[in-house]
């Protein structure tokens, strides 16, 4: 048997051949209609513009009209079509309607964001059991219902890219967020369970998992003090992170469009935490 062949009669350099072919081409997104949810800023909006940029046709949806307006022209600002809906993803209805809308519009979906979410800080004896629910109902009962509403459509198509925007607390829990961090975990188990129920119909799902990140769900952690002094919270996340910052929306672009492309078909059930390094710190020794 010579060097290039394996017992099997195959030749290894063809196998190599095959699999380096076209890497950057794995990473496109050409044609692709991707869904995102709560797309109409924040970190929904950063990836949705990853996702045109790598040749997707954006979907997004929020709840107002105000916001729609004001999406729909930061996305032409970027030079990126996107349609926008108005749609509740609490609300099994409107997401059989939003997703019926958007295949007549585009086609089908074959990648979906989950990404609107919402937080509640109370400390625990003073949450409601409606707080609780209203969060767990957004971060975790949305995904379940949209996922469910796409899903269909995905394995009719043979394909499908699920990602589902977790969080450090679906890992990690703190003071004043029971609602979000029980919601986050949650959505890491569900991302588990999407994996393993429909990775047989080649459906990755998968999540993202940012650290913490400068939009307007963080802005309370980031204000500055009466006098002028920066946010304690501020101080003490950017002594945790190794980057010694907060993140931007943008530095999870690239992680979506890994995620919703071809170069992450054997990815799935996994949580790619983009987090300047928080999770594997310790956290600096105060001074
Ligand atoms: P954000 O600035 O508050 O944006 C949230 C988006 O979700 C908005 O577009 C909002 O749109 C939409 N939304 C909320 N409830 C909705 C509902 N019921 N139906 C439809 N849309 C809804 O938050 P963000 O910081 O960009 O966070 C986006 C996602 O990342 C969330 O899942 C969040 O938990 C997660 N995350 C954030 C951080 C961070 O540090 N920022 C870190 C980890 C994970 P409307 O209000 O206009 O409807
Ligand atoms: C908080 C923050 C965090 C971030 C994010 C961290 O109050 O602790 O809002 O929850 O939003 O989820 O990954």
Redesign the pocket.
């Known amino acids: 048997m010579d060097r290039d062949n394996t017992e099997h009669g195959a030749s290894r350099s063809g196998e190599r051949k095959g699999t380096m072919d076209n890497i950057i081409d794995r990473f496109r997104l050409d044609g692709k209609v991707a869904l995102v949810t709560g797309g109409a800023y924040g970190i929904g909006f950063a990836i949705a513009a990853a996702l045109a940029q790598a040749g997707a046709i954006i979907a997004f949806n929020c709840r107002g009209q105000h916001h729609l307006d004001e999406a729909l022209a930061d996305y032409e600002a970027h030079g990126i079509e996107a349609k926008g809906y108005i749609a509740d993803v609490t609300d099994e209805a409107q997401v059989a309607e939003l997703v019926a809308n958007i295949e007549a519009d585009l086609g089908p979906v074959d990648i979906l964001v989950n990404n609107a979410g919402i ?1 509640k ?1 109370i400390p625990m004896l003073e949450m409601s059991v409606d707080d609780f629910r209203q969060v767990v109902d957004v971060d975790l009962n949305a995904p379940f219902i949209v996922s469910k509403a796409v899903l269909p459509g995905m394995i009719a198509k043979g394909h499908g890219k699920i990602i589902n925007i977790c ?3 679906s890992e990690l829990g ?1 003071e ?2 029971a609602g ?1 961090a029980a919601a ?1 975990g949650g959505l890491k188990m569900l991302t588990r369970n999407i994996c393993s129920e429909f990775g047989e119909h080649n459906i990755q799902c998968n999540g993202i ?5 400068a939009t307007p ?2 802005a309370p ?1 980031r204000e500055r003090q009466a006098d002028g002094s920066r946010h304690p919270f501020d101080q003490f996340i950017c002594a945790k992170t190794p980057a010694a910052r907060w993140g931007t929306p943008e530095d999870l672009m690239g992680a979506a469009v890994f995620l919703a492309s071809d170069a992450s078909n054997f990815v799935n059930g996994q949580v790619l935490y983009v ?1 300047g390094g928080i999770l594997a710190y310790i956290g600096k020794q105060p001074s």
């Open positions: 937080i800080r969080s450090m607390m703190r004043t967020v979000y986050k998992g940012p650290g913490y990140i769900q963080t952690l987090d």
